[in-house]
């Protein structure tokens, strides 16, 4: 069984070709960024760039011959941007190669999607996989969820194939671009300086990456699951930010200062440098979303992923953290450190 991975040049996809290569399962992966493409042809893996966003049909025809299971990791992923490039992104590409590997005989496509869709300024615990806001938040989260409901139209018209959602919430370990990099380059910006609402005490998920890829291998592998459904991947154990910056900084030496400062505040702060991108096309070091995220808890409910994939993380969240810690002394240089 050959296994397709996209979005592998950054963040989980990189972490799941390489644990499929490790495992000697066949694996093609594919991406935008060349020079990460070239690191994994360096080290045997069968690579293939390509932006799916903008990708011809015999393109995403040559991708899928040869394979029998997608692991789609790739989008993008941002709390600011154009609609149409998240919609090009995220929604169409992604029913663009669903659809085409469900009618090339794919046996299982497992998507990976993002909580971010039930996140409306509202403290919420347990959050069930059913639950879903008044209005998305921002365009990331409202095209993730037009991709789920392109997805679950597929699964009804190509039974023949088994697709599944995983919406993994805050995914942090090695090669990841996403959440240690906007925080350093916050430091960065105001001087070691971290502002945050509450003063970092909001309590959230958590997910370290190798249990999400532990939980796309019981989606790939699952007997007689059904097709279309969605499911919430964490560690299980909600954390502080204060807390995991604590234990990801102190042991590096780098140097930070938590500042409190009011939600409104930062909100407002956040609205008007909003404004100003706009205006510039340049990404805000705050949006109202980044902040509101990071002032309201918010946790998931895992229980359906319990019963239906049989999933329990297998890193818990401090191994996790130190594995991280110990990748970072060896990568630094990726985020400047």
Known sequence: MKTLVTGSTSGLGANAVRSLAASEQAVRATGRDRRAGEALREEGIE??????????????????DGIDIVWHCAALSSPWGRYDDFHRANVTATARLAERAAQRGVKRFVHISTP???????????????????????????????????IRTIAQC?????????????????HDRVLLPRILRVLRERAGRLPLPRGGV???DLTYVENVVHAMQLATSRDDLPSGEAFNIT??????????????????????????LPYRVLDTVAAAMQAYA????????????????LNYDMTLDIDKARRMLGYRPIVPLSEGVDTTVRWIRSHGHHYGI
């Open 202 to 204: 909001a309590r959230f």
């Open 278 to 293: 706009e205006v510039s096309g340049v990404e805000p070091t705050l949006t109202r979303y980044s902040v509101g995220a």
């Open 47 to 64: 690579f293939v760039p390509l932006d799916l966003a903008s990708a011809a049909t015999d393109d995403i025809d040559r991708l899928l």
């Open 158 to 174: 190509y039974p023949g194939t088994t697709f599944a959602m995983l919406r993994p919430r805050g995914i942090f370990g090695p």
């Open 116 to 150: 971010s869709l039930y996140f409306d300024y509202r403290h919420r615990t347990a959050i069930p996989e059913t639950f879903r806001p008044a209005r998305y938040v921002n365009h990331y989260a409202n095209t993730k969820a037009q991709a789920e409901a392109s």
């Open 235 to 260: 560690n299980g154990e909600p954390a502080t930010l204060r807390d995991i910056l604590a234990k990801l900084f102190e042991p590096l030496g780098i140097a930070y200062r938590i500042v409190g």
